[in-house]
């Protein structure tokens, strides 16, 4: 199966300033991300430069929770 590689122009959602970033794609996974050209601030801040390893950190939370006592359980797809 061959890969597909895809290159997307977007925001980056970490913080409020929006960066405005070029994300490189293979099979649907981002595999870069640098600062989009042409763009009032061509250079991105520090996590936008780290964009990469904070959707791919293993910790990341991926499903809604739910607090329970001191901890999060992971709410169930059809519970409101």
Partial sequence: MLATDKTVRGNCPICGLSCQVVAHLRDGQPVKVKGAPNSPAPAMCAR?????????????????????????????????
């Fill in 48 to 80: 936008a430069a780290s964009a990469l390893e904070y959707h791919s950190h293993p910790e990341r939370v991926n499903v809604p929770l739910k607090r329970v006592g001191a901890r999060g359980v992971a709410l169930a797809t059809e519970e409101p």
